[in-house]
């Protein structure tokens, strides 16, 4: 297996039996009105098997090993994705064992593993439910069960011989779920953060439409193998700023409302405040705008420019959301443009191909025009055209006039000091 494609991967980085009927009531960790975590009784409406934990929406898996090593002699020879996948797979690991208590017909977990087991389960299943019911996608879509690797021990070999700590994450090759061990974060573990594991979701969504469940998507084997890499970095950036918004949609399905800031529970205040999407003045500046055009993708992402300028594309698509009081009709857009077969209408799938030999293509105005496009209330689109226009860049004229996305009303706006033409 080439090195590129390795390289790629990095990239995407007993108890007694109770046998309700489904929907199930349990305990589970929640987040509460002044910002800590309680238990409350929630419904599992899709959970099945709540001694091994699995349902329609995940299956969790402990025990498991799965380690990307370069110098892996059974990466050599591998021609397929899915054996490239599977043969980081060390140890598959074995059902989790849940323990429980019941009272009052209602499980209560009896120890912390069960605890974050359900919060686990119980947030997969919320964000299943906005993607179906904000963003109109079939449940047929997902098909089988995602398989989340509870408390894993996850090694990229490259950084670090240690399995990671301390972290949540969707890994396309694949194409499961982990939440690893923690042991430094000194806040909310990422599994009993809604926002959180909704953004990891959120990966796995982009994944499945934008991507077409590739294990090692073009994009970013392709593109991610020059020395400029101006799509790979966008796409990377695209992925990390969606899964920000759409994390940020499930918090408003919640009994505490909408949180632009859902990371704060879990990180520090820098962090959380770097990935705020209600700070208004976030703008592409000259150095980004350079780096985007002109870094190695692993130049980008190693400066966690992904992340910055997904937090300003995300940013954008809050403030025109907002503004307008169309925030799942925007969400709902989003998610309708990332695949689009429509003659003339395409969505990112669609622009991936068409850009696939010449990644120039695939850049801030032809995204800003799939998302554009797939807006048909004028007010929202018109709000969308500025927010994007300003914060992104992107010039007037390539949005609005004849034969271009844009109302002529949209004309940007104000918060980002215009930059000169490079």
């Known amino acids: 297996m080439p090195r590129t494609v390795i390289a790629a991967a990095l990239v995407l980085l007993a108890a007694c039996e109770p046998a309700p009927a489904t929907p199930v009531k349990a305990r589970a960790l929640v987040l509460s009105g002044n910002g800590s975590y309680v238990t409350q009784e929630v419904t599992l409406n899709t959970l099945t098997d709540v001694i091994h934990m699995e349902g329609s929406v995940a299956k969790l898996v402990g025990g498991a090993r799965i380690e990307l090593d370069p110098a892996d002699p059974e990466l050599q020879g591998i021609t397929t994705e899915e054996a490239f996948g599977n043969a980081l797979i060390k140890a598959s690991g074995r059902p989790v064992t849940a323990s429980w208590i019941t009272k009052d017909n209602v499980l209560w977990p009896a120890d912390f593993h069960t605890w974050n087991l359900v919060t686990t389960y119980y947030n997969f299943e919320k964000a299943r439910e906005y993607f179906n ?11 089988d069960p995602a398989t989340v690797y509870y408390f894993a021990d996850f090694i990229l070999k490259d950084t670090n011989p240690d399995p990671i700590r301390d972290n949540a994450l969707w890994f396309a090759p694949t194409q499961s779920f982990m939440v690893v061990p923690f042991d430094e974060l000194q806040k909310a573990p990422l599994a009993i953060n809604s926002g959180i594991m909704s953004h990891e979701y959120a990966h ?20 991610g193998n020059f020395g400029a890499s101006p799509g790979a970095n966008l796409i990377k950036a695209l ?4 899964a ?5 949609g499930v918090t408003c399905k919640s009994a505490t409302g909408c949180d632009p800031r859902f990371f704060r529970t879990s990180f520090d205040d820098r ?6 999407l209600a700070k208004p003045d976030r703008c592409v500046d000259a150095f980004m705008r350079e780096q985007l ?16 300028l997904g937090t300003i594309i995300a940013s954008a698509l809050y403030q025109a959301g907002e503004s307008t009081g169309q ?14 077969e429509t003659s003339g209408n395409p969505g990112l799938k669609q622009l991936i191909t068409i850009a696939l030999n010449n990644q120039q293509n695939f850049n801030l ?14 007010p929202l689109k018109t709000a969308l055209c500025n927010e994007l226009i300003d914060h992104l860049q992107v010039p007037v004229t390539d949005l609005v006039g004849p034969g271009r996305p844009c109302p002529p009303t949209a004309q940007g706006g104000n918060t980002c000091p215009p930059l000169p033409d490079p």
């Open 133 to 143: 019911t904000v963003g109109n996608i079939p449940n047929a879509d997902f098909g």
């Open 204 to 223: 796995m969504v982009f994944n499945l439409k934008v991507y077409g469940k590739r294990r090692l998507p073009d994009p970013i084997v392709l593109w």
């Open 239 to 242: 992925d990390e700023g969606l």
């Open 244 to 248: 920000d918004y759409h994390g940020y």
């Open 271 to 276: 962090l959380s405040n770097d990935r705020d």
């Open 293 to 308: 055009r002109n870094a190695p993708l692993a130049t980008f992402s190693g400066q966690g420019l992904e992340y910055k």
């Open 327 to 340: 925030r799942e009709v925007l969400m709902r857009s989003i998610i309708s443009a990332y695949s689009d």
């Open 365 to 378: 105005t032809s995204v800003s025009a799939v998302f554009i496009n797939h807006v048909t209330d004028v």
